[in-house]
C-alpha cells in the first residue's frame, strides 16, 4: 500500500483537478449559451456542449497534465472510451433533474460531481498511467499505415 501511495503522481493529479475545475465552469457557461441565448433543447445543448468540452479537455490534460508534445488518436479514443461512464452519468443527471424541477445548471453541476471519480480513475489507471514493465513498448501514435512506438 505504501509504495503504491508513493507511485502516486501528485502533481499530476492536482493539475487534473484545476483543469476539472475550470472545465466545469466553462461547460456551464457553454451549456446556458447553448440553451439559454441559442434556445437549442436540454437534450441537445447537453450533447453538443457535453461532446464540445470533453475534446478540448482531453487536448488540455493530454498536453498541461500528462506532458505529451502532441495528441494521438489512440490517446483520444481511450479518453472517450474512459469518460463514457462519466459522460453517460453527467448526461443523464444534468437532463433527468430539470424534471423534478432542479434548474438545469445545478443539475448539470450535480452530475459533474457525480462523475467526478469515475473520471478521476480511469484517467490515472488506464490511460495516462505509468508503464511498471520499462521494456514494455507502448503506441504514441498512427500514422499513414505505420505504428509510430516509443519505450515507455
Sequence with gaps: MNRWIHQIRWRSI???WIAGLAFTGAGLIVLYALRDLLQFPLVLSTTVGGEGM???RFLLNDR???RHRRPTWIRLAQFHVAS???AAIWWTVANLLPRFGIHYLAASLIGS???MVLSLITNFLWIWRRSSDKSRMVPTAVGAGVD???GD
Design 14 to 16: 492536482g493539475r487534473w
Design 54 to 56: 470533453l475534446v478540448l
Design 148 to 150: 509510430i512506438f516509443r
Design 113 to 115: 460531481g457525480c462523475s
Design 64 to 66: 498541461w497534465v500528462f
Design 84 to 86: 463514457a461512464g462519466g
